[in-house]
């Protein structure tokens, strides 16, 4: 746990469950762990939700109080009324002093809004924008674009108090539990009124004697509605539901032409209440996640400036629709069954700025058809934001322009799914077949795109020259192309500094003719900042490319992060020549380094031989990039990583299906300067690999945690001592590896040769499917005489004394079929003592699990299944020198679960031996063990 200070000031940072519990108890003292006492302050200390100041002052509070104080406080805070809690108002007096310390009364009114809406859920930056909008709260902000810049500065002043936190997004923010009651309470004072948990809704609205500016009513448990509101000068009613039968008579808003701002979600309507159309001066309706059919009466609302029908149900938009001139937003998000807009209805809404029709309406058609067309748009001048689906590219006018939109998500084709993921708010999905329907306002488009997606692509070779040949997509941070059949090339040789100088993200998929990312004529000088920002690079399916970086482009890779290259049947290096002189016009240096890449995969690349260059060249390193290195000798080219490449900063790297012999040199040096930081290493499927690692390189793997090696066909061992061995001891460490699986290795003799090998950190290992594994660790003299075939009659264990396993807590094996036994009789101090689950099966020369004299080790022991084992006679192997009287007298104690499956030879699980103490198990499973007598005898 982090050392911290129990301070007046910590509202800036939240503590953990453990952390917020010990605070808690430190303060209360002994009553927190009084069985009357604790479930209750595991109660309290989670309605805190970590926040330091209210677990400190709501524990001062209840020191040395009764278990009915407490529960009475749990109820309090679960209905945001924490100054209720004798004690509390002091303290708390720190929350509200950030409040009154807001500068601008625009700040505070966005807090009090905040504690309008339900305490715990993500507080939508769109939501706040168009209630503000319909308030008039913001000064200076005429045009949704100037109040939404608004509503983030404020949010971020919000923050910065201490009052709001980041949500998962940056259209999210978030409100702690605590904070929400107070703004509640200082809401309550303004006649904001968050009504919470009532049984009676008319009761609640009598108690107020004031008239509110604001009611809200959030998620809560009501199940009839008054017949009339009666709020006169209301301004503001939000009203979230969840009750699918609850209906708005239709007088409920009469008399109530002040309100501004409405917002009914989760309501199933029978028909809109026919007192909507009373609403003469609304500015923002809200009507989310609502079955609705008719919409018509909306028409009515001729002041209204903001209209959202997101998820709700209606199939059509009537023509009344377009009487709201005065609109500026329109959302229909998710009207998934939409189909039918009234032609001219979008056209007549001219001071519309924002227009959302993501994963809705799509039945555009040509002008002057039955529908909407998308000519309609040109028409609505002031269009800031747009988010359209377009399936057919046919029915796009060559002359729509969008030159004034600050944010889209627009997908052209009907290829795209629109619940598919968007890195920006510049996002531009396109399925062409014909480039002939890449008009002037098309390529507009495409200049201030940020997110672009391009899918099945007609006609189209050069991505760069095709698309935007003037700027190089100076602006694009993310770039996906999927399907091109066509396409040769992504950047072509123009002679253009600077392309894609922003882009952070490369997505290249199933190009089957693309032959190079940029074509071999490609020279990038000193000052080119082309790809120099990009950090992730996906390669799938482009199975022409011979390799994945031209030399003259890695000097501009230093920002690298994470590299995936999938299903390449050709790819042959990771960086390769541009051509056979290309390597000497680029200063003959031959060697790189990735700095910052941390994430590598390689998987079904079957002609990849290595990571470095197919072509040498004289060593000069004079005038060379800092991420340059000199040329290595031509013998590095044997193995898939040498000094020619290399990544300082590898924390993951899995290779599947490579067809090489050997993934790092025997004497690679370089991996203390890389293999330092690795920390995943996944190995599978490469056929021609014999052995990992050298026993020289193991030293450099200090940080790796999990190492996962399979489908290995020809791999003998994990670590080889034969190269440059010398007559030195062998002694292994992995200080903290965590999980080790070894499986479907069919020539798997031995993890390695040594005198030692030292799991300090190991807590899961797993070996599957390695029928020739006999032994983990062999020593030299094991070997030679196995080199010399001397063979001996002792039944070689897994595990002896040279293995060190002290931390080792789940232990797996599976399918080896030679293995005779699994643990000698002496082994490694500590070894094996915290293991808690064992699982062995399909291990058909196995005669026992446990030999007598480890029976000490097993204290911890919860969970131990053996099955599918055919030789297996006993579970607990006697030997011949242990006795009744000197065999351990109670084994076993942790054992809640025993599982004995299909083996046939079974007698008993100990003989010769009596089993006491099995106290707490609670699952025994036998199942076809036909000779099997007696637990003890």
């Not at 010990?22 to 009357?36: M, T, Y």
């Not at 209210?54 to 001062?60: M, P, Q, S, V, W």
């Not at 009611?215 to 000068?233: A, H, N, Q, W």
Request: glycine fraction near 6%; charge should be negative; hydrophobic fraction near 40%.
């Amino acid at each position: 746990m982090q050392s911290y200070e129990y301070s007046e000031d910590f509202l800036d940072w939240l503590l953990s469950n453990e952390e917020a519990s010990h605070l808690f108890e430190k303060i209360v003292g002994h009553s927190a762990k009084k069985s009357d006492f604790e479930t209750i302050g595991v109660e309290i200390v989670a309605k805190c939700g970590g926040l330091p100041i209210a677990i400190k002052t709501i524990a001062n509070a209840l020191k040395n109080k009764s278990p009915r104080i407490w529960k009475d406080a749990v109820n309090q805070l679960s209905n945001s009324n924490p100054r209720k809690i004798q004690g509390m108002d002091a303290d708390l007096s720190s929350i509200e002093l950030s409040y009154e310390f807001l500068k601008c009364k625009e700040v505070k009114s966005l807090f009090q809004l905040c504690g309008l809406l339900k305490d715990g859920s993500r507080i939508a930056v769109d939501d706040l924008l168009r209630y503000v909008m319909g308030l008039r709260l913001l000064t200076n902000a005429d045009t949704l674009e100037a109040a939404r810049n608004r509503v983030h500065t404020l949010i971020d002043n919000l923050k910065s108090a201490s009052l709001l936190f980041d949500g998962d997004s940056e259209d999210h923010a978030k409100m702690h539990r605590i904070i929400h009651a107070i703004a509640v309470s200082i809401a309550a004072e303004k006649l904001l009124f968050n009504i919470q948990n009532v049984a009676d809704l008319k009761e609640e609205l009598d108690k107020i004697d004031e008239a509110p500016t604001a009611i809200s009513i959030p998620f809560r448990g009501i199940y009839e509605l008054p017949e009339r509101l009666g709020f006169l000068k209301l301004k503001l009613f939000l009203f979230f539901t969840e009750n699918l039968s609850l209906q708005i008579p239709d007088p409920f808003f009469e008399g109530m032409t002040e309100l501004r701002v409405l917002d009914l979600t989760g309501f199933r309507f029978h028909s809109l209440p026919s007192s909507l159309g009373c609403l003469i001066n609304l500015r923002t309706l809200s009507l989310e996640n609502c079955l609705v059919v008719d919409v018509a009466i909306i028409g009515d609302l001729k002041k209204l400036e903001i209209l959202s029908l997101k998820h709700s149900s209606i199939e059509q938009l009537p023509r009344e629709i377009g009487q709201l001139t005065c609109l500026k937003l329109l959302d229909l998000s998710n009207c998934s069954k939409l189909k039918e807009i009234r032609p001219n209805v979008i056209s007549n809404l001219t001071r519309l700025e924002e227009l959302y029709m993501g994963n809705s309406f799509t039945q555009w058609k040509v002008e002057g058809q039955s529908n909407a067309s998308l000519g309609e748009l040109k028409q609505l001048s002031r269009l800031t934001t747009l988010e359209v689906h377009i399936p057919d590219a046919q029915v796009m006018p060559q002359d729509l322009v969008f030159v004034e939109l600050e944010r889209f998500r627009i997908c052209i084709g009907d290829v795209w799914s629109w619940s598919d993921g968007y890195e920006t708010s510049k996002t531009l999905k396109l399925q062409l077949n014909n480039s002939t329907y890449l008009g002037y306002g098309m390529k507009m488009l495409l200049k201030r795109t940020e997110d672009l997606h391009l899918d099945e692509l007609a006609g189209f070779k050069n991505v760069v020259h095709e698309l935007d040949d003037e700027e190089g997509f100076a602006r694009l941070r993310h770039l996906h192309v999927h399907n091109g059949p066509e396409i040769l090339h992504i950047l072509n040789s123009d002679g253009r500094v600077g392309t894609f100088p922003l882009l952070e993200s490369l997505f290249l998929h199933n190009l089957i003719n693309l032959e190079k990312v940029c074509d071999g004529k490609v020279r990038l000088n000193e000052d080119d900042k082309s790809f120099s920002n990009l950090r992730i690079i996906k390669v799938e399916g482009c199975h022409r490319v011979k390799h994945l970086f031209p030399f003259s482009l890695v000097k501009n890779l230093l920002q690298l992060q994470k590299v995936k290259v999938t299903d390449c049947t050709n790819l042959k290096l990771i960086v390769g020549k541009e051509s056979e002189n290309s390597a000497h016009k680029n200063g003959s240096i031959s060697g790189v380094y990735f700095r910052k890449l941390h994430f590598l995969k390689l998987q079904h690349l079957p002609q990849l031989t290595s990571s470095g260059f197919d072509l040498e060249t004289p060593t000069n390193t004079q005038g060379s990039n800092p991420g340059i290195i000199a040329e290595g000798d031509p013998k590095d080219f044997t193995s898939l990583f040498n000094e020619r490449v290399v990544f300082p900063s590898l924390k993951k790297l899995k290779l599947s299906s490579i067809n090489v012999e050997k993934i790092w040199l025997n004497s690679f040096s370089a991996i203390e300067s890389w293999g330092k930081n690795l920390t995943k290493l996944t190995v599978e499927k490469c056929g021609r690999l014999k052995f990992l690692f050298s026993s020289s390189m193991v030293n450099g793997l200090e940080q790796l945690q999990q190492l996962d090696i399979s489908h290995c066909k020809s791999m003998n061992e994990v670590i080889n001592t034969r190269v440059g061995r010398d007559d030195n001891m062998i002694e292994m460490v992995f200080p903290k590896l965590v999980s080790l699986q070894l499986s479907h290795l069919p020539k798997l003799t031995r993890f390695g040769i040594g005198d030692s090998v030292e799991f300090p950190s190991l807590c899961q290992l797993q070996i599957a499917c390695c029928p020739n594994l006999k032994i983990f660790i062999c020593s030299c003299t094991e070997e030679m005489s196995s080199e010399k075939n001397i063979h001996t009659t002792q039944t070689q264990p897994l595990f002896d004394e040279k293995v060190g396993l002290p931390k080792l807590e789940v232990l797996r094996i599976d399918g080896m079929d030679n293995l005779r036994k699994i643990w000698h009789h002496q082994l490694a101090l500590d070894s094996f003592t915290k293991l808690k689950d064992l699982d062995v099966e399909y291990c058909d020369q196995l005669l026992s699990i446990f030999p007598s004299n480890m029976l000490r080790r097993l204290e911890r022991l919860e969970h131990l299944a053996v099955s599918e084992c055919g030789s297996i006679e006993e579970i607990v192997e006697i030997s011949s020198n242990c006795t009744v009287e000197t065999a351990p007298g109670v084994v076993f104690r942790q054992l809640t679960s025993l599982k004995l499956h299909w083996l046939p030879r079974l007698k008993s699980f100990c003989p010769g031996i009596h089993i006491s103490g099995w106290l707490v198990l609670k699952n025994l499973d036998v199942f076809e063990c036909d000779k099997f007598e007696t637990f003890s005898s």
